[in-house]
């Protein structure tokens, strides 16, 4: 909660920051959702100019005082709430951190946490937050694209998101024809960045020893994703979790 | 193996084992065992990243113009290095030079990221292994004002404003969300501070939360936006009008003062608060000799800041180059990254095959074929390693050598050879400190070492920033407004098979981008990260890497809270998203420790 003065007085829809935040990495398949739901919806709708959308990227604390600015916030990314992939769930306020630390979920979100918990002791955490998150179909595939599950999910969050900031009395605009988004260079936007992308073939791309259950022989050599390996085998089969703690 | 020497080290895994997995904070995978002998000294220690990283792959066929912005994505932290070394890897193959305004440029975005991730770094990475936050609650305010004000005259000082911070930090700690503060082990002997040192700096990692967010703007200004600065090959992506009012993306004389008043109040808290806490923490860990690992025998910087424009001999770059090697200090060789006898990466023990395994590859020649395979003395299975078996195949990192020599990068190599090449810049500030705490030389060659250097450094940066702050402003008096060149844009103008480095001096450390461009496309990419030279497992000729010969030799003062690996790894400043991205399984970010 906040506890700094000014933010004392009731929320102005008209002046006060709010912050539209996509977190994740664009380069590792599903874990780019969140980057992917801030690009589409700085393409299709016009936000107004005390809205900030960002692609956060895996920046952890550094995202700190982009956060610590805003008053309200609205934060879309990957998130592993154990439901079945492409599940949409939205999580509010005190129960983001919180739901982190009962179970897995995003691939940053020790680096989120970290930033929200950095926020309440700075007393400067946003009053009013919302996370919009999809289950992972996979996040171990680097340089792959996301998923067609996830992919078919990115208008539903960004409505979701849309309507948020409607609730909070701010001016959402509808575009009438898509622009580009300015969130990052050109090359990195969602077309021509899988267009872009070389084939498995060409481009080994699996994960880590965590995931190595998936992994079967590529070009003959390395280990690769095994075809029908289930999204539970990689969540549970990662070693160094798996002893106890102290 | 029972017994090996290497590198004046002797190797012994018979004693008790000890896995500590994940080491870093954020950004990252890293394990870590060692075996400690009765006295719980660490006498082989083993380092293992744990994640694959394939960015290399993901660039095949790309535009090289392009590049910088998926290497930016590399890391989550240091972005815009990657960028940096990227653009000047294209800009070398095609031969593109860049203007003045636009080398000034990028060393401001550059100085400016040294400072703010020094500064994150040693308060909100690494303070923790050295400050004991719970006992900061037992603190007298009174008596942390009259440590902190003889430390300094930063005013934020009086009994009652450490009275509120103790306040504030006993809410946190009462509400039970120790979020951040859940790595430590609090009340381990280790912590050498007393109660009023720990509230003083409690207070300053909080300050330094907040100021944080003061630095990051000239990324904004210059960059376009933060995080992620836009980056261009031949230039800088912005467009400079001193008269313009407003003008959009266009940067006029109201942001440049605003880029003048951050470095100034940069300058003052790496003075007055960064640096007396430095000193004042050392001070009391001056007996704590450890962690030095092979920082007097090998060091290595690829140097960076280059005070003329395309000029990225020795001679011009600001921030020291070269490499030491077998501890001959008098001696600092020039390094050539474009030489296939001095940089090569080898496999022996890292999970990629080669035709080769005895000999490395230079990056040109690099290969990044994964071959994931344990070694017959591994416990446990393949997706549950116990132990990993260090005589075989045990890291996704590669093993760069220099010349075959494991060479240390970072900030304290960059102050060794500065020191050695006898810079005034960089040897008195390193033997001011070392006779405030009344230590020798020799003493730099440690863990504090590498963090007293990252902190001289953070100063060193902040107070470069201000001298090429008033370059830039002479150039723009002097009419002189060119950002970019942009004759060399058009790939037509292009050769048809060209090859390239860039390079730069990330905050961990050296950073080497190797590019081949095949018909106006990326054919080979590959990028030797700081984090892989310490990170690097052992090599063919049994050699280990820093990380490994940082932590040997070290007590632990509880087996079970392994504090003074994390306090040595930290100093480092690891980072292996590099290597990929954190993967945290159920909202923890504690270390996993087993000891068996």
Redesign the interface.
Known sequence: MRTDPQALSPFDPHSDPVLVLGIG????AD?GFGVRCAETLGRTHVLPGTVTL????????????HV??ARRMVLFDAVDYGLPPGSVHVVEDGDI?RF??????S?????F??V???A????RLPEKMVLIGVQPVD?SD??GPLHDTLKARVPEAVALGVARLRDWGLSVGVRAGEVSADL??P??AHEPFEA???SAD?????????V??R?SP??G???GPSPGAGVGAK?D?????????? | MTRHETQGFTLDDTGRRIVVDPVTRIEGYMRVEVNVDENNVIRNAVSTGTLWRGLEVILKGRDPRDAWAFTQRICGVCTGTHALASVRAVENALGITIPDNANIIRNLMQLCLQVHDHLVHFYHLHALDWVDVVSALDADPRTTSELAQSLSDWPLSSPGYFRDIQNRLKAFVASGQLGLFTNGYWGNPAYRLPADANLMAVAHYLEALDFQKEIVKIHTVFGGKNPHPNWLVGGVPCAINLDGVGAVGAVNMERLNLVKSIIERTIEFVDKVYIPDLTAIAGFYRDWQYGGGISSQCLLAYGDIPVRANDYGPDSLLMPHGAIINGDLSTVHDVDLSDPEQIQEFVSHSWYTYPDETRGLHPWDGLTEPDFQLGPNTKGTRTKIEQIDENAKYSWIKSPRWRGHPMEVGPLARFVIGHVRGNPEFKEPVDRLLRTLDLPLEAIFSTLGRTAARGLEASWAAHKMAWFFDRLISNLKAGDTATANTERWDPATWPDDVKGYGFTEAPRGALGHWIHIRDRKIENYQAVVPTTWNGSPRDPQGQIGPFEAALMNTPLAKADEPLEILRTLHSFDPCLACSSHVLSPDGQEMATVTVR
């Not at chain 1, 060409?202 to 965590?210: I, K, Q, V």
Request: with cysteine.
């Open positions: 990495n664009l380069l590792w874990e960002m692609d956060g990227g895996t920046q952890g604390l550094y995202l700190l005082p610590t600015a951190p982190t630390g009962a179970k897995k979920m691939l940053h979100q020790t680096g946490q970290e929200l918990a950095a309440t002791l700075l007393g996040m680097y340089g990052f260079d090359s990195l872009g992308r070389p060409e481009a080994c791309r699996f994960g880590d020893t965590r190595l259950a992994m590529c070009s050599r390395g280990p969540y089969d990662r070693a160094p979790h798996t002893r106890e703690r102290i």
